[in-house]
């Protein structure tokens, strides 16, 4: 049982900043968990962590990949993970995992987790070019492959928002490679892990490692704010000639004959479409009067796409992540520290952080997670009873704001918002109700 120490949580927390601290203090090494941030170059629009705010720590899977490359599968990330850290052990050294991508650390940790998302065998498994040179739907349009998968496997068809290219290309690859649906797959791991956590007195599952999860959590207001203000000095910072650059590398991709899928890779990074109607406008018409309205147009698209990244990432921790570890009976290894205030961020996650990790490496009794904090007592209780709530299934698109839902749930909170309420209020000055007429 070799300790591991994980830190995961919204973008804007500080995670990397905590890995350093405990990692110059407990003789560690730390291993990148960010999709984004294993591209090479482009330190800003990545926001990776500076040379000087490394402190001479190494970093692993830290832009190591090639910007043409296609971001790591699970099973790749857990593959070189696991290496890396049987490394940093052998070194003597402590190795923490950190990153913004869940699905890296949830494949890392959970064995049933690499099944889920890639029920494929790490060997002998075909590449996604093989498969596509095999079965050329894959390189289709968003709309034949949704078609493709709705014949084959209506189940997941339904399942995923018609925008999510990349599930559904995941669910029609699964059939082609395995020759089942993935459906049928789901249901099998559904069933076998009800039988597996029937029993209350059930053992935790022994894993090569001594887990201690630290996640960073900041109130949403907060934290909005807060990116808003980054975003703003990654503007400052030259973002948009780095921007510029990536743009350039894709339409020269482009040019070449590359068929660039623009649901997957660097090309994902938030501020890249953000600001590529100013960035075309640049090239096009250099001396055009919108050019100020369409980059602070940027400028605020970015913060929009940032907010609600964040905000996805509570939620995959909410419904993904919390599930897994009260299955797993690893919940009360999770801390999750406060990070709302940043004048008090070295006392309540710096040294709250490093004085777990210290018990945790001195095998000393540990707190409860709920007493770290009002914060996390309040949060933690919240979240626990939102991953525990079923969500009702459904698959409704609004006529009047043009958008998908997959759960009763979601719906009805969009058909209450105040943002349909103001489409439906102008789409019907413009359209009135027939019994208006």
Same mark, same amino acid.
Not at 16 to 36: C, K, Q
Not at 73 to 82: C, G, I, W
């Given at each position: 049982?070799?300790?591991?120490?994980?830190?995961?949580?919204?973008?804007?927390?500080?995670?990397?900043?905590?890995?350093?601290?405990?990692?110059?203090?407990?003789?560690?090494?730390?291993?990148?968990?960010?999709?984004?941030?294993?591209?090479?170059?482009?330190?800003?629009?990545?926001?990776?962590?500076?040379?000087?705010?490394?402190?001479?720590?190494?970093? #692993?899977?830290?832009?190591?990949?090639?910007?043409?490359? %296609?971001?790591?599968?699970?099973?790749?990330?857990?593959?070189?993970?696991?290496?890396?850290?049987?490394?940093?052990?052998?070194?003597?050294?402590?190795?923490?995992?950190?990153?913004?991508?869940?699905?890296?650390?949830?494949?890392?940790?959970?064995?049933?987790?690499?099944?889920?998302?890639?029920?494929?065998?790490?060997?002998?498994?075909?590449?996604?070019?093989?498969?596509?040179?095999?079965?050329?739907?894959?390189?289709?349009?968003?709309?034949?492959?949704?078609?493709?998968?709705?014949?084959?496997?209506?189940?997941?068809?339904?399942?995923?928002?018609?925008?999510?290219?990349?599930?559904?290309?995941?669910?029609?690859?699964?059939?082609?490679?395995?020759?089942?649906?993935?459906?049928?797959?789901?249901?099998?791991?559904?069933?076998?892990?009800?039988?597996?956590?029937?029993?209350?007195?059930?053992?935790?599952?022994?894993?090569?490692?001594?887990?201690?999860?630290?996640?960073?959590?900041?109130?949403?207001?907060?934290?909005?704010?807060?990116?808003?203000?980054?975003?703003?000095?990654?503007?400052?910072? %030259?973002?948009?000639?780095?921007?510029?650059?990536?743009?350039? #590398?894709?339409?020269?991709?482009?040019?070449?004959?590359?068929?660039?899928?623009?649901?997957?890779?660097?090309?994902?990074?938030?501020?890249?479409?953000?600001?590529?109607?100013?960035?075309?406008?640049?090239?096009?018409?250099?001396?055009?009067?919108?050019?100020?309205?369409?980059?602070?147009?940027?400028?605020?698209?970015?913060?929009?796409?940032?907010?609600?990244?964040?905000?996805?990432?509570?939620?995959?921790?909410?419904?993904?992540?919390?599930?897994?570890?009260?299955?797993?009976?690893?919940? %009360?290894?999770?801390?999750?520290?406060?990070?709302?205030?940043?004048?008090?961020?070295?006392?309540?996650?710096a040294a709250k952080g490093a004085e777990l990790t210290r018990k945790f490496l001195a095998g000393e009794q540990l707190p409860q997670p709920a007493d770290m904090s009002e914060t996390a007592r309040d949060v933690l209780a919240l979240k626990v009873a939102e991953s525990n709530r079923?969500?009702?299934?459904?698959?409704?698109?609004?006529?009047?704001?043009?958008?998908?839902?997959?759960?009763?749930?979601?719906?009805?909170? #969009?058909?209450?918002?105040?943002?349909?309420?103001?489409? %439906?209020?102008?789409?019907?000055?413009?359209?009135?109700?027939?019994?208006?007429?």
């Open positions: 049982m070799e300790p591991l120490v994980v830190i995961f949580g919204s973008t804007g927390t500080g995670k990397s900043d905590l890995a350093v601290e405990l990692a110059t203090r407990f003789n560690g090494e730390i291993i990148n968990a960010d999709a984004m941030q294993m591209y090479k170059g482009l330190p800003i629009i990545t926001n990776k962590i500076t040379v000087d705010e490394q402190r001479g720590i190494p970093h #692993h899977l830290l832009g190591n990949i090639e910007l043409d490359a %296609d971001p790591w599968s699970v099973v790749e990330f857990r593959r070189e993970a696991t290496r890396i850290i049987s490394e940093i052990r052998a070194r003597g050294k402590l190795p923490i995992v950190v990153g913004g991508s869940a699905y890296y650390i949830d494949g890392l940790l959970f064995d049933d987790r690499l099944v889920k998302d890639e029920p494929l065998p790490e060997a002998d498994c075909p590449t996604r070019e093989e498969l596509v040179a095999r079965f050329p739907i894959l390189a289709g349009s968003a709309e034949a492959i949704l078609e493709k998968l709705r014949e084959v496997d209506p189940v997941m068809a339904n399942r995923w928002h018609p925008n999510d290219v990349r599930k559904i290309r995941n669910s029609l690859e699964i059939f082609f490679t395995t020759g089942r649906r993935a459906s049928e797959i789901y249901a099998e791991q559904r069933i076998q892990k009800q039988s597996k956590w029937a029993s209350p007195d059930s053992e935790p599952v022994q894993k090569p490692w001594k887990l201690l999860l630290f996640w960073l959590y900041a109130r949403r207001d907060a934290l909005n704010d807060r990116l808003d203000k980054r975003v703003d000095k990654m503007v400052a910072n %030259d973002l948009l000639n780095e921007t510029a650059e990536l743009y350039d #590398h894709y339409l020269a991709r482009i040019a070449s004959g590359d068929a660039v899928d623009r649901t997957r890779g660097i090309v994902q990074s938030i501020g890249f479409w953000q600001f590529e109607p100013y960035l075309h406008a640049l090239r096009q018409t250099p001396q055009s009067p919108d050019l100020a309205k369409l980059k602070q147009a940027g400028i605020e698209n970015t913060k929009t796409g940032t907010r609600r990244y964040a905000k996805y990432q509570v939620r995959w921790i909410t419904m993904k992540t919390m599930p897994s570890l009260q299955e797993e009976k690893v919940i %009360d290894k999770l801390y999750l520290l406060d990070g709302t205030n940043v004048e008090t961020w070295q006392t309540e996650v079923p969500a009702t299934p459904c698959n409704k698109t609004c006529s009047i704001c043009k958008k998908t839902f997959l759960t009763e749930e979601s719906w009805q909170i #969009h058909m209450s918002s105040k943002k349909h309420a103001k489409e %439906d209020s102008q789409n019907t000055s413009v359209y009135p109700h027939p019994e208006s007429q």
